[in-house]
């Protein structure tokens, strides 16, 4: 399975602050997705981002979040000013097959 | 709006039972359908399914999608301990592959 690797594995915040959450998929990997658990719920789709842009949106990913690319390899998500409902397990995904990377744990106080 | 109904919600059985789990999908331009296993952290990819009634076997698992009936289920034969995981079928669709969950179904394995 073709690894997909997401730092740090465990981040807090305080409420207000900026957070990114860094993604480095394999190289050859066209597809690009963020996802999001919050604890004891499903997982729910935030964004999909396909030739450096973004593709598709949920409801979920509003002006607060933002993703990019910036250099070719890391894809990161963006949450400008963070709030309590924010904290959950957020999943990187590559690829159609969508292997997940192993999750940021965000706890926002 | 694209929806994933999964069943049975929980499900708890003996080492060597062999287990069945359901899965009935809605999504607006489907492309195929994933089953993933969830332990403590992220989900695990097991299959990908695109085709009518092909049956996909990865040692003891095995899935098939009903693509006109909109369903598939996932097998598991001579269960074991390790097998014990939320399972979570989930469609994929749209102009950009992207997944729908549902709830999933716990599946706890007893020795």
């Known amino acids: 399975e073709p690894e997909v690797t997401q730092t740090p594995s465990h981040q807090v915040t305080q409420m207000g602050q900026e957070v990114i959450l860094r993604c480095v998929p394999i190289s050859n990997h066209l597809y690009f997705y963020w996802y999001r658990q919050i604890l004891g719920q499903k997982v729910e789709f935030l964004v999909s981002?396909?030739?450096?842009?973004?593709?598709?949106k949920s409801e979920i990913f509003d002006d607060q979040f933002s993703v990019e690319r910036p250099d070719g390899s890391n894809f990161t998500l963006k949450i400008r000013s963070t709030k309590l409902e924010d904290s959950a397990m957020y999943f990187c995904?590559?690829?159609?097959?969508?292997?997940f990377g192993p999750g940021t744990r965000l706890t926002v106080t | 709006e694209d929806k994933v109904v999964q069943s049975p919600l929980s499900l708890v059985v003996h080492e060597g039972d062999t287990v069945t789990l359901n899965c009935s999908y809605e999504v607006t331009n489907f492309r195929s359908l994933l089953w993933y296993k969830q332990e403590k952290k992220a989900p695990t990819f097991l299959f990908m399914l695109?085709?009518?009634?092909i049956e996909k076997k990865s040692g003891r698992l095995s899935s098939i999608l009903d693509k006109k009936e909109l369903f598939s289920i996932l097998n598991i034969t001579a269960t074991q301990t390790g097998d014990s995981a939320v399972y979570l079928c989930t469609p994929s669709g749209g102009s950009n592959y992207k997944l729908t969950f549902g709830k999933g179904t716990l599946l706890t394995v007893n020795p």
């Open positions: 995904a590559a690829n159609q097959e969508q292997y």
């Open positions: 695109t085709s009518r009634g």
């Open positions: 981002f396909y030739n450096n842009e973004i593709s598709e």
